[in-house]
């Protein structure tokens, strides 16, 4: 019998002695979304404090470029510990329930990105400054690996046939809508408070609104998860725990061709919400307040890009959605970097053509590959996909396109961004029973 945690006994509890119900995607849809939102405002967050805070809190023994460097490479550290998450949680999963490890799952992101907000600078106590950060960095890859609860992959085998676009979009929402809120904050903050307040104690007001935010997230997820409807859905799609090593001995081509698959747009999300923040802010004698004014107003047409994409999915298949954004994010890299180095009106127009174009692709980049797996596997397969992608497309952008525009100018950025687009086209021409499952 799994154990249960008081969190969710309480989830149970509101759904017991209620009148059963059809299990409806717009349901999963809405615990999806809540999600998503909360994991991508813990990211924002320490994406933007890498850039603005970090440097100077805890390498300030550097010089501004290394430092951001060196910070970009601890923000990388999530990255590769989420598939060791994934291997925890997965037997936590397996042992306990569903319930028990999405509790434990979001505790430790919440309280690792709450850990971060009493961080002291390397003034005070060295480079335990340098390992503290690193340590609770890897805590919410760690989390983030272990927070993966089927819901995505559930959705998108719940969606109607002639919906499947739209429902795969309706994820990758929490992605704007969590740069949008923590753009805000910082911006706020900024504004209503000294540089040295700011730097001394303003920053970390985030990190504590992160921990808020991740409870409320537990809650409503649980309230959907653990469910008897839920999980008798969850069964019935053999959305199940399998074994790391039994699922990567069987299906690693397919974790291999579904990381690969998504690399434009992970590419390019990247080289539209954190780099050019780095680039702004070490590069120009511009305020980051506007710059982040600018990103979160762009962010919004990310949004309606996304819904977009929904739309072109159905009439023209993900697969044509996929592919065709992959050359337009190709295109894109030829003349980005002159426009992120263009003043105003050039950041203004990167910004606003790369969101719509992170839009169109990174709204069809969720679940691909859900139906492919044997079903044993499907639960399991779908996060080792996640986190694969996240590492080969995102954990390491910032950095790549920092180091290679400091060395070689700004042009080579574009050079990074154009591996991912032909990354992509690659992985879809390479496998074309991928091709036909994603159509």
């Known amino acids: 019998m799994t154990a249960q945690t008081s969190a969710e006994r309480d989830a149970r509890d509101l759904h017991a002695g209620g009148p059963a119900h059809k299990v409806t995607a717009g349901e999963i849809a809405i615990g999806v979304v809540i999600g998503r939102t909360s994991e991508f405002f813990d990211f924002f967050v320490y994406a933007i404090a890498s850039v603005l805070v970090f440097p100077s809190l805890v390498f300030p023994f550097l010089d501004p470029l290394s430092g951001t460097i060196a910070s970009f490479a601890v923000f990388a550290l999530a990255f590769l510990a989420r598939p060791f998450g994934t291997a925890i949680f997965t037997a936590i999963d397996r042992a306990y329930g569903r319930g028990a490890k999405l509790t434990v799952a979001l505790f430790l992101l919440g309280g690792s990105t709450a850990a971060i907000a009493f961080l002291p600078g390397y003034e005070v106590v060295g480079m335990a400054s340098v390992l503290l950060l690193a340590l609770f960095r890897m805590g919410q890859g760690v989390a983030l690996g272990g927070s993966w609860d089927g819901l995505a992959s559930l959705l998108a085998m ?13 994820p990758q929402l929490g992605a704007p809508l969590g740069l949008i809120v923590a753009s805000l904050l910082f911006v706020f903050l900024i504004s ?3 540089a040295e307040d700011f730097l001394d104690w303003g920053w970390r007001y ?33 959305l ?22 998504p690399l434009a747009s992970f590419a ?28 979160a107003i762009a962010a919004c047409f990310g949004i309606g890009a996304i819904l977009v ?8 298949g993900r697969r044509s959605v996929l592919g065709m954004t992959a050359v337009a994010i190709a295109a894109f890299s030829g003349f980005a970097p002159q426009l992120l180095d263009g003043g105003t009106v050039g950041e203004t127009v990167f910004m606003l053509t790369g969101f719509i174009l992170v839009g169109l692709s990174f709204g069809q980049s969720s679940g691909a590959l ?13 996060s080792l996909t996640s986190d694969f992608a996240w590492l080969f497309g995102a954990g390491f952008a910032p950095l ?18 154009l591996s991912g687009a032909i990354a992509t086209g690659a992985a879809l021409w390479l496998n074309r029973e991928l091709a036909r499952t994603i159509d």
């Open 206 to 238: 985030p990190f504590f609104v992160a921990f808020a935010i991740n409870v409320v997230a537990l809650f409503a997820r649980l309230r959907i998860v653990v469910t008897p409807e839920y999980l008798d859905s969850f069964e019935q799609r053999s």
């Open 309 to 316: 994409s929904g739309k072109l999915a159905d009439r023209y």
């Open 268 to 295: 390019l999300f990247h080289m539209v919400t954190v780099f050019p923040l780095s680039w702004i802010f070490l590069f120009t004698e511009e305020s980051p307040v506007r710059f982040l004014m600018i990103e």
């Open 370 to 382: 859900s139906s492919r797996f044997a079903p044993r596997h499907r639960y399991t397969g779908s």
């Open 158 to 170: 719940n969606a109607p046939d002639n919906r499947r676009g739209w429902y795969a979009m309706l």
């Open 192 to 194: 209503a408070l000294p």
């Open 400 to 417: 790549a396109a920092l180091l290679l525009s400091s060395r070689f100018g700004i042009m080579a950025s574009g050079a990074y961004l």
């Open 240 to 261: 199940r725990p399998a074994t790391l090593a039994d699922t990567a001995r069987h299906e690693w081509r397919t974790i291999l061709m579904g990381a690969f698959a």
